[in-house]
């Protein structure tokens, strides 16, 4: 027959193993991280597709992954043939483009209450663009033969992004998603009202 005190003994272990399961959960995750090394090698950081076919996205500096407050930094791979959906945010958005070449698309109509017709850029490695607050936007990977690879850096992060099917498509009918699709993993929040 075991003792109360054996059975109390044997059950010591459990407060243990839970404190070490937390642990190792808290160092594996990079959500709320609120240190970050001042010297990082980017192959390091993890990458991830989010469910669209021929991205690669890596936050290298983020607001809700690292606590950054002012400043983002994401370093993105579209294969070739790959865009992004029609969209615009509420911050400043700087690109520095890799390698590749593709078009940006953007729409410098925030005053009317559609996009409407876009202007063309071509962007091409080593060059940079911006795109203003709430201009509706897109880039795609118009090179058949090369993956285009730049880095981006947005102001005023987390960001809000709006989408939209077309170019034609109201403002006030564009779909908020917030958070964004690298930062749902680590945020949760309510949904905020359009920007414009």
């Known amino acids: 027959m075991v003792s109360d005190s054996g059975s109390f003994m044997d059950f010591l272990w459990i407060p243990f193993l839970i404190a070490l399961l937390f642990s ?3 160092e594996g995750s990079e959500c709320g991280a609120n240190y970050v ?3 990082r090698n980017i192959s390091e ?10 991205l690669s996205h890596t936050t290298i500096a983020g ?5 950054f407050k002012e400043v983002e930094v994401w ?9 992004t959906p029609i969209h615009r945010h509420s911050c400043e958005e700087i690109f520095v483009v890799l390698k590749g070449s593709g078009t940006l698309y953007l729409a410098s109509n925030s005053h009317k209450k559609y996009p409407g017709t876009p202007q063309e850029f071509p962007i091409y490695k080593n060059s940079t663009f911006h795109v203003p607050v709430n201009d509706v936007h897109q880039i795609w990977n118009s ?3 090369e993956d285009l690879q730049f ?25 908020l998603k917030y958070p964004y699709y690298w930062d749902e993993a680590c945020f949760q929040a309510p949904q905020t009202k359009d920007e414009l």
């Open 75 to 83: 370093l993105q791979t579209f294969a070739p043939g790959v865009r």
């Open 24 to 26: 190792a959960t808290a």
């Open 143 to 145: 090179n058949e033969h």
């Open 151 to 175: 880095l981006v850096i947005i102001s005023r992060p987390p960001m809000k992004a709006f989408i939209y099917d077309d170019w034609n498509m109201p403002h006030t009918a564009a779909k």
């Open 45 to 54: 950081i993890g990458e991830d597709s989010f469910g669209r076919l021929g």
């Open 63 to 67: 607001s809700v992954m690292h606590g």
């Open 37 to 39: 090394p001042i010297v």
